[in-house]
């Protein structure tokens, strides 16, 4: 029974993130390590977008905008980013570019198989493929469990789900610098639903229907609402390129309560995905970061997480759409409507100040968080 010194079941984006920083770090290249997913990662099976300030992984940025809209059936404002640029990097890019500098050190692998069970036993863990059994010193796990959220009531589970289209249009119809980050003008049928717009070129872009919402839709109803945005922009003649379909669970329930010792999840099985949006690249970049540093000083991985205050700010956002969810539009628009975008972005990537926190939180409907905060207290 082979042994590493770490394993990492599953091989998604928080996994690549954390390997990518261990070998950024140069101080484990004494470790065995081994990360094992069924999915051999030789696709371009999604599409990660963020807005950032610096650097984060330019080298494969596939596009980037200075500018987007946000509008509803009232209003459509077109946001200034900077000191933000919004990024689009292709899933298939990532992979190749974290795979390449694993290629070059001997002492990482990769199995293409899937993990049917993992364990801890005692001062070691235990890792089983359909063929294979492993033991290692520690697993960092991103295989996501649904039943560990749908089978609680106390942290409402609600579903960023979609479909996209990548089409090319007959007509000019796009404005290549400017994205479109959120459009509620599209009938909203008792749930929070928009549009979702990364155009490349003034015929190209990338349209997704978009729900956070608890149930998920057949996949026509989607498509649907996609054709009938492309007849209203006045796009008469188009070709569809690709598609993508997708489906993130926001929630604030506490994975890291099931952390062990020598088992960590990550990812969306360790609640890495922003709550409140569904946005993953630039949290798991943080939290891959954070993890690295952590490993260099501690051992035990029941000390890593640490709750704070945009955890509670998702929380009561979540409790509002998880029981009045036909409130989300009134609830982003009143953010974007007037407010500073640079402020609403840093807000969203969890780095502002409580005066700034206030700046935003202010402008939203303040009865709904004021029964929200009521409704955890009590």
């Known amino acids: ?16 993130m954390t390997v990518n920083e261990m070998l950024l ?40 905008w200075n500018q987007a809209i946000f509008a509803n059936e009232k209003f459509n404002r077109v946001l200034e980013l900077t000191p933000y ?18 290629s070059e050190h001997k002492n990482i692998h990769f199995l293409n198989q899937k993990v049917v069970d993992f364990s801890e036993l005692g001062d070691h863990c235990i890792v089983k ?37 990548y089409i090319k249009s007959k007509e000019a119809v796009f404005t290549p610098n400017c994205a479109t980050f959120m459009d509620f003008s599209v009938e909203q049928k008792g749930n929070t639903r928009f549009m979702y717009i990364l155009p490349t070129s003034s015929t190209e872009a990338l349209l997704e229907y978009t ?47 099931h952390n062990t010792k020598n088992i960590i999840n990550i990812g969306s099985a360790g609640g890495w995905t922003k709550a409140s949006t569904g946005y993953t690249f630039k949290n798991a970049s943080k939290k891959s970061k954070a993890l690295v540093q952590f490993l260099k000083s501690e051992s035990d991985f029941t000390k890593f997480h640490k709750k704070d205050k945009f955890w509670f700010y998702d929380l009561l956002l979540l409790d509002i759409l998880g029981s009045k969810n036909e409130l989300g539009s009134t609830i982003f628009s009143s953010m974007f409507k007037e407010g500073n975008s640079s402020v609403i972005f840093k807000f969203l990537d969890e780095e502002t100040s409580f005066l700034e926190d206030l700046r935003v939180i202010w402008r939203c409907p303040k009865m709904l968080f004021v029964k929200a905060l009521l409704g955890r207290i009590l």
């Not at 029974?1 to 690549?16: C, D, K, N, P």
């Not at 298939?92 to 974290?98: R, S, T």
């Not at 749908?150 to 979609?162: A, D, G, N, V």
């Not at 390129?241 to 329930?253: A, D, F, L, S, V």
């Open 1 to 16: 029974m082979q042994h590493y010194h770490y394993i990492f079941t599953g091989s998604g984006l928080s996994a690549l």
């Open 25 to 64: 770090s140069g101080k484990f290249e004494d470790k065995s390590i081994l990360l094992i997913d069924e999915n051999a990662k030789k696709v371009n099976d999604r599409t990660w977008c963020f807005w950032d300030e610096h650097n984060l992984f330019d080298g494969i940025v596939s596009k980037k």
């Open 85 to 102: 640029q919004y990024k689009k990097i292709n899933g298939l890019d990532f992979y190749k570019l974290v795979f390449k500098k694993i």
């Open 129 to 165: 493929t359909v063929s294979e059994t492993f033991t290692c010193n520690k697993i960092f796990n991103s295989i996501y469990n649904p039943e560990v959220v749908t089978t609680q009531t106390k942290f409402p589970l609600i579903h960023q789900h979609f479909i996209g289209w």
């Open 211 to 257: 729900l956070f919402s608890k149930n998920l839709l057949f996949k026509e109803e989607y498509e649907a609402e996609i054709q009938k945005y492309i007849t209203n922009l006045g796009i008469t003649e188009y070709e569809i390129i690709e598609k993508e379909q997708g489906n993130i669970p926001m929630t604030c329930y506490p994975f890291w309560k």
